[in-house]
């Protein structure tokens, strides 16, 4: 069975970091993108940043880009996001999502995701 | 940047009925990279449609999508008490890398 779960989160004052991670099990996981997307509770979800299956390709969204980080190690089955120079406004629940499809440099829909993860930014 | 709106914001129907929900992008979607999402409280999303009208795996055929170009439909043919919940688009571009949410419909009995 394909599972994903994260874990990292915390309550942190603005300006901390952070490192959240995402442990995958199921599938072929080299081969696939992998994306964190977040959502306030309440509000919608945001997309906050993808890595290449098998490669370094990274994007962010505007809001976190010179901020966040996004690393994976496919020996270990992870991906992670280095969260920087935290604000009131990054705090939300974190999800890990696989990729649908598999392929270097292929981006598609978000078929699995994970429980999610709370981070907290508050002085 | 595209932008994607959702309506309507809420939707009251019963179980048994059919719902239709938009969801209209501010430029071209390009290749149809259009998905939707359903999301029940306390819960992570699940795919429903990808590339606007396949099915996800393990999605029951009630569910279907269509649409094209701005303009896109997530239709719930007949709706069974499960299905009550917040629905969300997402938009995919490629140059550069980016994914754009909905604001979300909400689906309530």
């Known amino acids: 069975e394909v599972h994903l779960v994260e874990s990292g989160g915390g309550l942190l004052q603005p300006g901390g970091s952070l490192k959240l991670f995402c442990a995958a099990s199921g599938f072929t996981f080299n081969t696939h993108a992998m994306h964190w997307v977040r959502q306030v509770p309440g509000k919608g979800l945001e997309w906050v940043s993808s890595i290449g299956g098998g490669s370094d390709d990274a994007h962010y969204a505007e809001s976190v880009r010179g901020r966040f980080t996004i690393f994976r190690d496919d020996s270990k089955n992870t991906v992670s996001l280095q969260m920087s120079s935290l604000r009131a406004e990054d705090t939300a629940v974190y999800y890990c999502a696989k990729d649908r499809e598999s392929g270097n440099s292929i981006w598609d829909a978000f078929d699995i995701w994970g429980q999610g993860t709370m981070v907290t930014i508050s002085s | 940047e595209t932008v994607l709106t959702q309506s309507p914001g809420t939707l009251s129907l019963s179980p048994g009925e059919r719902a239709t929900l938009s969801c209209r992008a501010s430029q071209s979607v390009s290749s149809n990279y259009l998905a939707w999402y359903q999301q029940k409280p306390g819960q992570a999303p699940r795919l429903l449609i990808y590339?606007?009208?396949s099915r996800a795996t393990g999605i029951p055929d009630r569910f279907s999508g269509s649409g094209s170009g701005t303009d896109f439909t997530l239709t719930i043919s007949r709706l069974e008490p499960e299905d009550f919940a917040l629905y969300y688009c997402q938009q995919y571009g490629h140059s550069p890398l980016m994914y754009t949410f909905g604001p979300g419909t909400k689906l309530e009995i």
């Open positions: 590339g606007a009208s």
